[in-house]
């Protein structure tokens, strides 16, 4: 799609109830309101178009820079474009989206989030500990103790935070805490330490979820998946390994149905004139064919 189709589209697709909404949740005019499910739509018709994203994102519309975040490719920035792209932002909602789908995606989000959460601006700031916790979830590589060091920070100043960063950080915390076992009992040490962390939240139903109840019920909903599956594969391994048994059973009978005598006393009669049925004590017995190994459950 053409830069100047989007547009139109997008201001096609806004309705002033969603602007209301957002509005309320932080986003910043100018605003179409494109629900969120218009937009997945859109993104799946466009997918991957940085310099549609580029041009999208310096229109300064809110549901334009909602499009450009989500097909931009993090691989296309520099640490300077996207600071670039974090420069004057106001809104949650969109720092939110470009940490989610560019910053944490990125060769150098680690550099990215220490030089954020450093900062004394409120939204730098939310968007370093935001990229904290998208690391937490999504990095693998990185080590237990750079989670461990960033609990201490927010420990030592998440009171002392302005509103919207003190909000992600209460989220970082959440996030290490359910990377692992480790980092779960670190992350609760520290939101017992922390306590209450109040946010405001503006004109909005939304509520500071309380980080320790919200770690133990991440780890509670979480199911044994993983061990269950040895556990079943190993219970079916003697069903598997009786069908060799009953069929090493069946050979000897099938064995002493060859009586050694039978065959010359057969060609003694046929000298004798012709050809007599073997009686039937001496005809082979067929065994019933043994049942197939039961089926694992």
Known sequence: MHFTEVMRELERLGTEQNRRVYLRHGATEPLFGVSFAHMNALEKRIKRDHELAEALWATGNSDARTLAAAIADPGRFTRDQLDAWLDGLRSPILIDLVVKRIAVKTPFAREAMARWTASDDEW????????????????P??????????????????????NRARDAMNGAVISIG??????????????????????????????????SAHIQKLWAGRKPAAAAKPARAAAAKPAKAAAPARAAAVKPAAAAVKPAAAAPARATKARRGGEEAAPAADRPKRDASPRAAPRRG
């Open 141 to 162: 590589s990185l080590p237990d103790s750079l989670f461990e060091e960033r609990l201490e920070a927010i420990e030592a100043s998440i009171h002392r935070a302005k």
């Open 124 to 139: 730098i700031g939310r968007a370093g500990w935001k990229l904290c916790g998208a690391l937490a979830e999504e990095d």
């Open 178 to 211: 359910a990377r692992n076992e480790p980092l779960r009992g670190k992350a609760l040490t520290a939101a017992r330490r922390i306590g209450w962390v109040e946010v405001d939240h503006g004109e909005t139903s939304c509520k500071t979820p309380d980080a």
